[in-house]
């Protein structure tokens, strides 16, 4: 008895202190595993949640873009600063977001959409992720406007929710998106837009 409440009073005088030592945690868990063709997975996945995905070769990605944005009549996208120059395409008026002149936020909820590239996508779970590096820009740009259209190269795509975090930075600002932004009350009710945009295409380039 005396060994457990010196055990238990340790444990509250460690939780006390100015320094507690963090407890372990345990790291053996799978970090890969075999889910086979990752890239007919993630297309899958991804359409699963609803978003619109489309295979295309990088020599074709300017007019799969142009295309895109036709079908939705868009006019005015936004996009981050330094997105390559040859997916700015089409009849379109873009404006451009960079950190030293951020868009203003008015700017971005009026705007028809915002194309982006990202930092890594997971097959297994249909999940884009974004860590605002290069070609994805800040958070808001991509929460903001009803409709993302994202650019995902097959070389961008790790099977397993842990091989992906393998490849990201922690400290940096990491949005995970799986799928169009959507939520559901106690009572069941779907109610889409709630926190990101409620339209999401994703063009899978080979």
């Known amino acids: ?40 997975l993630f297309a899958r996945r991804v359409a699963d949640y609803r978003a619109v995905v489309h295979r295309v070769r990088e020599s ?9 944005l036709r079908a939705r009549d868009a006019r005015a996208m936004v996009a981050p600063a330094d997105l390559p120059g040859w997916w700015r395409v089409g009849e379109v008026v873009w404006s451009l977001d960079a950190p030293a002149h951020p868009l203003p936020r008015a700017t971005l909820d009026r705007s028809d959409g915002v194309l982006t590239g990202c930092a890594v996508a997971i ?3 249909g999940t884009i ?28 795509l790790a099977g397993t929710v842990p091989e992906a975090l393998a490849r990201l930075d922690p400290v940096r600002p990491l949005t995970f998106i799986s799928g169009p932004s959507a939520t559901s009350d106690i009572e069941l009710d779907r109610v889409e837009g709630v926190h990101g945009p409620r339209n999401l295409e994703v063009l899978l380039v080979r």
């Open 1 to 40: 008895m005396a060994d457990s409440r010196e055990v238990v009073l340790g444990r509250i005088r460690q939780a006390l202190s100015d320094r507690p030592r963090p407890p372990a945690v345990q790291r053996d868990y799978a970090r890969t595993r075999d889910v086979g063709d990752v890239v007919e």
């Open 129 to 156: 992720v974004l860590d605002a590096g290069e070609a994805q820009g800040r958070r808001a740009l991509t929460l903001l406007p009803d409709y993302h259209l994202c650019v995902v190269h097959e070389s961008q």
């Open 60 to 68: 074709a990605l300017p007019l799969r873009i142009e295309e895109s």
């Open 123 to 125: 097959a297994e779970t």
